[in-house]
């Protein structure tokens, strides 16, 4: 969150190279904050960062990683001086078979980036976040942490991945009950499908029905990666000042939606 006019807020995004992650980097600092984005792929952090302007930067950090972690921290910190908000975003998908056929190092990795990444930057950030003077209201910084449809409803094989964002959820309110009385929010965003290239690819090569899914979210197509972009925005900024342990659902009404596909008017 932004503290009082006499300092440019800072934000840390995870997995800000691509997709979701590139998206809220851009709309932090659209509204004048300064950005670290932290990616494992350091060439294309360093491409984005350059793409928004010297005022930003790019790390290398690997979620998983204690260490890495914590160096990236310390180097977003002794460049700009505080952070103001965190954006967990780092993740990686479901292995792609059965249960039957999903390995347990296949289980680990998901949730080691999605679940135990999400752990690790908060854990190094919290220390910065809690040395920061206050705002009127008595906040110093606001930590945005991503769910997922799969975080709220079942998803036949996504057994790793629903467990981990899941995890997630429990943690965010975990998180926000013992750290608000130091002035730190915490809240998730669970976004639905989402038209990243990624996705578009899995698209092309008919991993995924898009039209389906189309049918089945109420608002009829997939969001734009600057939609949840903005949700994220909301959650680290005043706006949301007493808004802390919530999750909002940016999933086109997925999760809101009971009835059979069939209720829902043709597209």
Known sequence: MANASSHTPTALVTGAADGIGWATAERFATADW????????????????SA??????????DVTDAESVRAAVTRVVARFGRIDALVNNAGISEQNAPTLEQTPE????????????????????LATMRSQPCDARGQRGAIVNLGSIASLAGIPGRNAYSAAK????????????????????????????VRTALVADLVRRGAIDAHAI?????????????????????????????????????????TAF???????ADI
Request: charged share 20%.
């Open 52 to 61: 928004l302007g010297t005022d930003h930067i790019a790390v290398a950090c």
């Open 258 to 264: 009971g009835a059979p596909t069939g209720a829902l």
């Open 34 to 49: 300064r950005v670290a984005l932290l990616d494992l792929r350091e060439d294309a952090a360093e491409a984005r960062a």
């Open 106 to 125: 296949g289980f680990d990795r998901v949730l080691a980036v999605n679940l135990k990444g999400t752990f690790l930057m908060t854990q190094a950030v």
């Open 166 to 193: 899941a995890g997630v959820l429990g943690m965010t309110r975990a998180l926000a009950s013992e750290w608000a009385r130091d002035g730190i929010r915490v809240n998730a965003v669970a976004p639905g499908y």
């Open 214 to 254: 189309a049918a089945r979210t109420p608002l009829g197509r997939m969001a734009e990666p600057v939609e949840i972009a903005e949700a994220i925005f909301f959650l680290s900024s005043p706006a949301s000042s007493y808004v802390t342990g919530a999750v909002l659902s940016a999933d086109g009404g997925w």
